[in-house]
Structure formats: C-alpha cells, structure tokens
C-alpha cells in the first residue's frame, strides 16, 4: 500500500512528482506513474471545509479542475455549512476497500486546504499479492 497526503490546494498546473521519481507538469497529485493502473482504497479528509471540492480524474495529466472536466472518476463536494456531525473521523473517510476504485495514473486535485490523505496502490502490486 501507499499513501499520497495532499496539504493544501493543487488547483493550478505545477510541477508534480510521480512516484518513480520523474516530473510532469499537471494540477493535481498523480497517484503511482503515468499510465499506470491504480486502485483507490480510501481518501482521508483531515480538515474539512466548506464547499471544499475533492476530484479523482482517470489520468495522470490533467489540468485545473474548474475547466478540465473530462476524465473525472470522483468528485466529492464538502457541504456549505458544515455540521457537527461531519467533523467526526469516520464522516471524513470515503472507503472503497471492498471495492477500490480503478484508475489510469489516477490524479487527485482539491481546492482548499483540507489535508487529504489517499491509499492507494499499483494494480500491479495488487495482483502480486
């Protein structure tokens, strides 16, 4: 398994390392390496905030969410006003460990800082056992 935290907001084409140690330039987290097939265990909302915007685009390159829209596998909306009740652990936990959620190079782009933490790992290491 890995893991990919994601601090603060990466909604403008930066510079992004792959992990593999190569370079390209996107918006957004690659997950794994370009083309590589990834499996989505769980994303980790550490601080959620209002009308935040979480999107899992089926690609590695991509660009800033408010125009890229193609490609999208996910996309998660915090609410306007957050409740008590979404401030609890398991509230900010989006499980798919039963059934994780497949991507091409997968890219995790959010808006806001909410310190997001993805599990994710290789389709190939999967199969590996």
């Given at each position: 398994m890995h893991y990919t935290y994601i601090g603060s907001s990466n909604n403008t084409v930066a510079t992004a390392t792959l992990s593999d140690g190569s370079t390209l330039s996107t918006a957004?987290?690659?997950l794994?390496?370009?083309?590589?097939?990834?499996?989505?265990y769980k994303?980790?909302?550490?601080?959620p905030v209002a009308?935040?915007?979480i999107v899992v685009k089926n690609k590695a390159v991509t660009g800033v969410i408010a125009t890229d829209t193609s490609d999208?596998?996910?996309k998660i909306?915090?609410?306007g006003t957050i409740s008590s009740s979404y401030t609890?652990?398991?509230s900010n936990v989006y499980d798919f460990s039963a059934q994780p959620l497949q991507v091409d190079g997968g890219n995790v782009i959010i808006d806001q800082t909410m310190q997001v933490t993805v599990i994710w790992q290789p389709v190939?290491?999967?199969q590996e056992g």
């Open positions: 957004g987290q690659p794994g390496d370009a083309a590589q097939d990834v499996y989505i994303i980790i909302i550490g601080v009308s935040g915007n999208i596998a996910m909306t915090i609410p609890y652990m398991y190939s290491e999967a």
